[in-house]
């Protein structure tokens, strides 16, 4: 290992606050020049020694080298020998009895100037009783003082101390290896168990650094050793493991001494906004996403190695600790493969030399549920092999029958998927998966990388044919049980996104690999043809969903064309519904769920009906005045007072609402005696998975711009909007809403709040909104405004789509544009993608007639001036 060129300069002999902090900015400032010419790890060892001096004049300034009864300790990665740039300093001061007054005073001088110099420093100062008793009752306290380092004071002292933590009654290697162990599995499962998300944790992600940290510390407890190479010579890592392990320790290493120096603090979390500089201080260059693109993949495959090595090691560990191994009840499985306790144990060293023994491993995993996982030494074997592959294990006839044999097992998509994701035998199989391993998604819409995404998608099947799932979604759990062959929803779901990050439509390209498998896997004419169609539009249906207005019968009329049959769509919705729950865990809610089941028995019914005599809009306002009229009468209202009302509605409020959301508004209007002030509603209960709310009052200028303004001062996110102006002229304005965290508004507080704050704004008694700045993420997002005009389904009508960055408020300046342009606005669709907003509304003049080109010409005109000076500003 190449050392670091000392930093030379020494401390002054006189502590100065200002002397200190500068010689420290320029230890910092060589750090930063030397990180591009020396070795990472010359680099931390270099910073330890240095905090090593600054400790060493400070304790001498305060007279504590006079004290023989104290000992300065470093513990934790102190104690290692190993600091980034602003990693915390944990330190130990021990004492062989309770403090003097003199001795605190000078401790407390000594402690007060490492803080006036901004350094982040972890202390305690116990007696050796007081270290021990502590120690033994946390595991955390002790594994720091595992890796102590003594630094000045009493040896003497240091030794026992050292002498006591070694001896087996302060942990034992069970006790130790099974509390980190647990810590372990705490740790991940606040990581969602995968290390795959787009702004990952380089100490705390499963595969991170402390993953590496927890080997060698368990290593430590078990053997006394202080290296992890001497786990060589106890034949726990083979020397290629070795070097791999450390390899991947230098580039989390590299990541994080960069990390540390771009952010200028102790950071560890890797977020978008330090990702570019990041990676063009590690050499990845500066060309933007490319850039970035680059040093994520290496990282996520760099996690993917560690966390291998550490699952194999502690299981090594495991059995030689707690002999587990050798009282595991073993049973044959076939001629190359045993049940070992419940891991799958390969019967030789050679076993992968058929290379259908790869998946055959799998197929047994699905094949027994008592099988939890891969025994460390077939792992070991899998790993080597798995290197030494020439071409990809579909080229082979029997790993092609046994592909196929899994994805039409029952439990093909439970554990057995999981694994071959995890230790990459799917990216062995298929050379398209390769592409997508640790493929970054720029937005914030994706929390994970496209192979997360694409795994937690088959688990989301899987879980449709689950019983104990049946009441998360009864109706994907009901379809897919009768489904003939659910392996083709599979299949569909493991290329939908498969083609991402190439260039051009993933979609269509996703459509062109499906049928090159199917091909390759005789799969049937119509099985192929279902299965890439499903990829080319899977994301048809979210797109209908949440842009368009599901209520009409000519949206669903038109989704149904599309979809051609029920057997399509069955298959297109179980994966839509999967494809949005393995997004992002905070962006599905019941409101989403609800708009994919109306819009799915929409369609089930109009195939029912016979596309060619779909329901006529007379005939559904109709019905659903028939029913709300017979509900309102039970109320005492009559039909003569009812019909009054209505009469003054237009006939599209009748399809646009069911027939109890009619009822809800028509008693409270009729019940309304001051027809000059507003009516505001606000459901208690959920409607469809959301709040609605509803607004009854006098048409005004500017109405929708304080409705939402209103409305985004109380913090709730508007999904959906249905603004409609009767015949004399009163508004019915509905908003869907939900709280920010994706649930419906239930505190009656809240409930009271939200409709006062409406009533003041239609009352003109609250001021224009501040709204909020951008959100550290938004500003890492660049979203030019843009504005389109589409076709619509009404001559006096023109559909505008309005894409631009969700800035807070942005609801309300569109509203605002509206006003300007004398646009009247009769319903909006709000659908929020991440950092990107997606809205459609649909307006027209105040003549109430289509915009022409001049009139569009303009408007776009000014929204995206409005938006880009917002978004800049």
């Known amino acids: 290992m190449k050392e670091a060129v000392a930093f030379q300069k020494s ?121 021990l008793q502590l120690g033994k009752e946390d595991i ?25 933590i070694n001896a087996t009654d302060f942990w034992t290697s069970q006790q130790f290896f099974e509390a980190k162990r647990h810590e372990q599995q705490q740790r991940h499962a606040q990581y969602h168990g995968t290390a795959y998300n787009l702004e990952p944790n380089l100490k705390a992600n499963p595969g991170g650094l402390r993953d590496i940290q927890t080997v060698g510390w368990v290593a430590k407890r078990h053997f006394q050793t202080r290296t992890m190479r001497e786990l060589v010579a106890y034949q726990y890592l083979t020397e290629d493991e070795y070097q791999e392990l450390m390899e991947c320790e230098a580039y989390l290493w ?36 490319a850039t970035v693109e680059r040093m994520m993949k290496r990282f996520f495959r ?51 030399a058929r290379r259908d023994n790869l998946l055959k491993l799998f197929w047994h995993i699905a094949n027994n549920s008592n099988i939890t996982g891969i025994h460390s030494d077939t792992l070991r074997l899998l790993r080597q092999v798995r290197r030494r592959l020439m071409g990809d294990l579909q080229d082979y006839e029997a790993c092609r029958r046994l592909f196929l044999a899994l994805m039409r097992h029952p439990r093909g998509m439970d554990t057995s998927i999981t694994l071959m994701h995890k230790y990459g035998i799917l990216a062995a199989y298929l050379p398209q998966w390769r592409n997508i391993v640790g493929q970054m998604q720029f937005d914030l819409f994706h929390a994970y990388t496209v192979d997360e995404h694409t795994h937690r998608l088959l688990k989301n099947l899987y879980r449709y044919t689950l019983p104990e799932y049946d009441n998360e979604f009864p109706l994907c759990s009901d379809i897919v049980r009768r489904m003939e062959k659910p392996e083709l929803l599979f299949l569909a779901g493991i290329f939908h996104d498969i083609a991402k990050g190439r260039g051009g439509d993933h979609s269509e390209l996703g459509a062109m690999d499906a049928k090159e498998f199917c091909r390759l896997h005789k799969l049937s004419d119509f099985d192929s043809k279902l299965i890439s169609w499903l990829v080319e539009q899977h994301l ?3 797109v209908t969903a949440q842009r368009k207005d599901i209520h009409d019968p000519q949206v669903v009329i038109e989704f149904a064309e599309k979809v051609r049959d029920e057997t399509r769509l069955n ?30 028995l929409s369609t089930q019914k109009a195939f029912r009906r016979g596309l060619e005599k779909p329901m006529d809009m007379r005939d559904q306002i109709r019905e659903n005045q028939a029913e709300a009229l017979r509900l309102l009468q039970r109320q005492a209202f009559t039909k003569t007072e009812i019909q009054h009302l209505w009469s003054r509605i237009k006939a599209d409020y009748f399809i646009r609402y069911n027939p109890k959301q009619i009822v809800w508004h028509c008693e409270h209007i009729l019940r309304h005696k001051e027809p000059k002030q507003p009516l505001v509603l606000v459901s208690k209960a959920p409607i469809r998975g959301s709040t609605q709310v509803f607004v009854y009052t006098p048409d005004q200028p500017n109405l929708f711009a304080r409705l939402v303004s209103a409305l985004d001062s109380k913090k709730v996110a508007i999904f959906d909007a249905q603004i409609m102006t009767n015949k004399d002229g009163y508004v019915m304005d509905t908003f869907v809403v939900l709280e920010q965290n994706g649930q419906p508004v239930t505190s009656p507080s809240r409930v009271q709040s939200i409709k006062r704050a409406l009533e003041q704004a239609i009352a003109g008694k609250v001021e224009p909104q501040r709204h909020s700045k951008l959100s550290r993420q938004m500003r890492q997002f660049n979203v030019p405004p843009k504005v389109s005009f589409l076709p619509g389904n009404s001559k006096n009508r023109t559909m505008v789509e309005i894409a631009a960055l969700d800035a807070p408020g942005l609801l309300a300046r569109i509203g605002d544009v509206f006003q300007q342009c004398a646009i009247q606005i009769h319903a909006a669709k709000i659908t929020t993608l991440g950092e990107r907003a997606e809205d459609f509304f649909m307006v027209s003049t105040a003549e109430d007639t289509a915009l022409d080109f001049d009139q569009q010409s303009q408007l776009k005109r000014t929204l995206i001036d409005h938006l880009t000076h917002v978004t800049e500003g």
């Open 11 to 131: 401390w002054p002999s006189q502590f100065s606050l200002d002397g200190y902090k500068k010689h420290m900015a320029e230890f910092l400032r060589w750090s930063e020049l030397a990180f591009e010419q020396q070795s990472v790890q010359s680099l931390v060892k270099a910073r330890a020694r240095f905090i090593d001096q600054l400790l060493a004049a400070l304790w001498q300034q305060q007279d504590l080298h006079q004290d023989n009864t104290l000992c300065l300790i470093a513990v934790g990665g102190y104690g290692r020998g190993e600091l980034h740039p602003f990693s915390d300093i944990d330190l130990l001061i021990l004492s062989e009895q309770q403090l003097t007054a003199t001795q605190q005073d000078q401790l407390s001088a000594f402690i007060t100037q490492l803080w006036d110099l901004k350094l982040e420093v972890g202390h305690s100062v116990r007696t050796l009783d007081e270290t």
């Open 140 to 164: 955390t306290i002790a594994t720091n003082l595992m890796e102590m380092r003594r630094l000045l004071g009493n040896k003497a002292l240091y030794e026992r101390l050292h002498q006591a």
């Open 254 to 289: 590299q990541m994080r001494f960069a990390l540390h120096l771009e952010a200028g603090r102790n950071e560890n979390r890797l977020l978008f906004d330090y990702q570019p500089a990041v990676a063009e201080r590690l050499g990845f260059g500066n060309d933007g996403k």
């Open 302 to 352: 760099t996690v993917q190695r560690v966390s291998e090595l550490n699952e194999m090691l502690l299981q090594h560990f495991e059995g030689s600790i707690l002999n587990n191994h050798q009282s595991a009840k073993v049973q044959p499985l076939d001629d190359s493969f045993e049940l070992h306790g419940h891991l799958i144990k390969a019967l030789d060293n050679s076993v992968f």
């Open 540 to 542: 048809l249906m979210s």
């Open 571 to 600: 298959y297109l919705y179980c994966l839509t519904l999967a494809d949005i729950r393995a997004t992002n865990d905070n962006l599905w809610n019941d409101w989403k769920g609800s708009l994919l089941r109306d819009l799915y």
